[in-house]
């Protein structure tokens, strides 16, 4: 019988542990590196973060698209050939690289460190006052995978952890808050506020002045969801009031950023070059294989997006 073919259009360097995956845990599949004028043009499966132009004249014979991130923010969607199904990626070793990113940057936060960093840098001894950990309310933009597992992580340091979805949760320990309605009151118990929304058309620019402004004085802020969700110049004058007193933020609107971006060099904020977290090659290849599995045997892939709410 041939083998299924899959397309595999990414990082080469990773792609060695992918092919790797495929030879020893799926001999009947053949993963083939994309090339428009060669056999991956007729696959019926695509790995990718980003897909070829126009993808159903690329690939005529595609079924499905395996995203290689957990973010789909980037794809055209609604472009897509209307019956291709969009995988996105789960997995324990992206999560957990988020809930180690997540819990450094509220700790940071919560110690002070951007402020110790500089004062050092500029020969300055200078303590400031500790704050209990049950003092300081971290809430959580987004209850997904991501955000379910960051507040577990945040919990095991005694923190106060609250979370906001579109949909109601209910999780042990954590105060959770839906919708529109509930988020002026989810904001006002927030000290702490952590992103982990999808980018969409309902959340581009949420991190914005208003809300800001409900957040109590001198609250911190931690990006890791997309650039497009914070307007970069509400946050600075944030900071200059006093409103915000910090940011870590792995997620710009520009990545890189311009030199002269102001945050770049802003002295309560950190950045990151997008590093939060990243999909582990060799639990990703086994998703996917896992997925053209089910989908041969007529069920879903796990993961699969639900492309009219694009996330
Ligand atoms: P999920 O889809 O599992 O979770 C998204 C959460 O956001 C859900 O709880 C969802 O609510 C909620 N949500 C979506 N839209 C709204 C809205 N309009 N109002 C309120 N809540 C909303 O995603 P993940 O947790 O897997 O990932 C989250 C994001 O993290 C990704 O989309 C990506 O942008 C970012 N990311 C960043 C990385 C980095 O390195 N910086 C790495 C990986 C991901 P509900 O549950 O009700 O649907
Ligand atoms: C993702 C990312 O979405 O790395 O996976 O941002």
């Not at 303590?127 to 095991?156: C, E, K, S, T």
């Not at 839906?178 to 009151?185: I, L, P, V």
């Not at 997309?226 to 910090?246: I, Y």
Request: some cysteine; aromatic content about 6%; overall charge negative.
């Amino acid at each position: 019988m041939d083998p299924i073919l899959v397309a595999y259009k990414s990082d080469p360097v990773r792609g060695a542990v992918w092919h790797d995956v495929f030879r020893t845990e799926a001999p009947d599949m053949k993963l083939v590196d994309w090339d428009p004028a060669g056999e991956a043009a007729s696959a019926p499966y695509l790995v990718a973060w980003t897909p070829p132009e126009n993808l159903a004249a690329a690939m005529p014979k595609v079924e499905a698209f395996f995203c290689i991130g957990a973010g789909i923010d980037h794809l055209p969607i609604a472009a897509f050939p209307p019956g291709m199904d969009v995988v996105r990626m789960v997995d324990p070793d992206l999560t957990a690289s988020m809930v180690e990113y997540v819990v450094m940057a509220v700790l940071a936060l919560h110690r002070d460190l951007p402020f110790y960093v500089e004062d050092a840098r500029a020969g300055r001894w200078q303590a400031r006052p500790l704050r209990r950990a049950a003092d300081r309310r971290v809430g959580i933009l987004g209850l997904g995978v991501m955000g379910q597992a960051v507040a577990a992580g945040l919990q095991a340091f005694g923190f106060p952890v609250r979370g906001w979805s579109a949909s109601r949760k209910s999780l042990a320990g954590v105060e959770c808050f839906a919708g529109g309605e509930e988020r002026e009151a989810f904001l006002a118990g927030t000290d702490s506020l952590v992103c982990l929304l999808p980018l969409t058309e309902a959340t581009r620019g949420i991190l914005n002045a208003d809300l800001f402004a409900q957040l109590p004085k001198g609250a911190a802020l931690v990006n890791v969801g997309r650039g497009g969700h914070l307007v970069e110049a509400d946050l600075l004058a944030a900071l200059e009031t006093g409103q915000m007193s910090g940011a870590v933020l792995d997620v710009l609107a520009a990545e890189p950023p311009a030199a002269d971006d102001p945050l770049l060099r802003h002295p309560e904020v950190w950045i990151t070059p997008h590093i939060a977290s990243a999909t582990h090659p060799a639990g990703a290849a086994r998703q996917v294989i896992r997925g053209i599995r089910a989908l041969r045997s007529g069920q879903k892939a796990e993961n699969t997006v639900d492309r009219s709410r694009a996330y």
